[in-house]
C-alpha cells in the first residue's frame, strides 16, 4: 500500500485525555472534564428561587443568575442560597436580552438555560449535558418528546406551539418536536453562530433556528414542564406567538448563518471529555 493511501485512510490523532484531577463525577458510572455554567434569568423571583437552586446538581461549576432588575429580595435570596452565584444585572428588559447577559458572562465550556420560576427541573440538567458530551453540540429540552410532559401547557399554547414548530421543520428541514421551550444547553463555543439580538420569548426559537442554519448537531431530550410555583408569568399566547412568528419569517429571509466547524460530531465521547 503507497504512503499517499495510508495518509489518506488514517484517521486523525484524538486529542489527549484530561488529567484525572479534571474530570467532575456526576453518577457512580459517568464523570466529564467539561465545565458547566447555568444561566437563570430572574424578575421578582425570590419566592421560587429557594425550590429551583434546590434542583440544581452540586456538580456544576458556575451559577449565573441575571437579575432583571428586581424590586423584591430576588438577589439576596440567590446569595443565600448560593454564596457563589454569579449576579448580572440586566440593562436592558425581556428575557432574550437576560440569556444574552447570562451568556456573555459565563466561563463554562457547557452552558445550560433554565426558568427562574420552578417550571424546568435542575435535576434534568444531566441529561443535557450527557447529549453534549456523547457529540451534540446544542441539545433542546422537548415535553414532547417520549418521557417528557407539562402541566402548564394551555390551549392556544400548544396549538401555537405546533404550527410554528410544523412551519420551522418544513422552512429548515429540521425535526423538532417542541420549539418554543426555554430548556436547552450547548457548547460555549458555539455562542458566536446563535449570537442572540432579540429581547423576548421568542429567544428559544431564534436559538433553535440558528443552531439549524449552522448546521449544529441537534438532540432533543425529554422534559417535564410544571408550573409556575409563585407570582404570575410574563408569557401571553397570542402576542408572543406574534413575535415568534415574525423571528421565523426574518430569519428565513435573511442570508443563513456560516456554518459551524464539525470536530465534536465526529469525535468519540471520550474525546469530548466524558468518561
Keep these: 500500500m503507497s504512503p499517499d493511501i495510508v495518509k ?31 444561566v437563570v434569568p430572574a424578575m421578582n423571583e425570590a419566592e ?14 458556575e451559577i449565573v443568575l441575571v437579575d432583571g432588575n428586581s424590586v423584591d429580595d430576588t438577589v439576596a435570596v440567590a446569595k443565600r442560597l448560593r454564596p457563589n452565584v454569579r449576579i448580572v444585572t440586566q440593562t436592558g428588559k425581556g428575557k432574550g436580552d437576560a ?3 447570562g451568556f456573555a458572562a459565563c466561563t463554562g465550556d457547557i452552558i445550560v438555560m433554565i426558568d427562574a420560576d420552578g417550571s424546568t427541573d ?11 458530551v456523547t457529540g451534540a453540540d446544542f441539545v433542546k429540552g422537548s415535553r414532547y418528546a417520549s418521557g417528557g410532559g407539562s402541566d402548564d401547557l394551555t390551549f392556544n399554547r400548544k396549538f401555537g406551539n405546533k404550527v410554528l414548530t410544523g412551519l420551522v421543520n418544513r422552512i429548515y428541514g429540521t425535526s423538532y418536536s417542541d420549539l418554543c421551550y426555554g430548556y436547552n444547553a450547548f457548547w460555549a463555543r458555539h455562542l458566536d453562530v446563535l449570537n442572540l439580538d432579540c429581547d423576548g420569548f421568542e429567544v ?4 433553535n433556528i440558528r443552531a439549524a442554519k449552522a448546521g449544529l448537531k441537534v438532540q432533543e431530550v425529554p ?21 415568534v412568528l415574525r423571528t421565523i419569517i426574518r430569519e428565513w429571509r435573511n442570508n443563513p448563518v456560516t456554518a459551524a466547524p464539525e470536530p465534536a460530531a465526529t469525535t468519540p465521547a471520550a474525546d469530548q471529555g466524558a468518561a
Design 8 to 38: 489518506h485512510n488514517a484517521k486523525p490523532p484524538l486529542r489527549a485525555m484530561p488529567p484525572i484531577e479534571r474530570f467532575t463525577p456526576i453518577t457512580p458510572h459517568m464523570a466529564i472534564s467539561p465545565t458547566v455554567s447555568v
Design 223 to 243: 422534559s417535564h414542564e410544571r408550573c409556575r410555583i409563585h407570582g404570575e408569568s410574563n408569557l401571553h399566547a397570542v402576542r408572543d406567538g406574534i413575535r
Design 122 to 132: 435542575g435535576r434534568e440538567i444531566i441529561q443535557f449535558v450527557g447529549a453534549l
Design 48 to 61: 421560587n428561587l429557594p425550590h429551583v437552586f434546590a434542583t440544581l446538581p452540586q456538580w456544576i461549576d
Design 204 to 207: 428559544e426559537t431564534l436559538m
Design 99 to 101: 440569556l444574552a447577559a
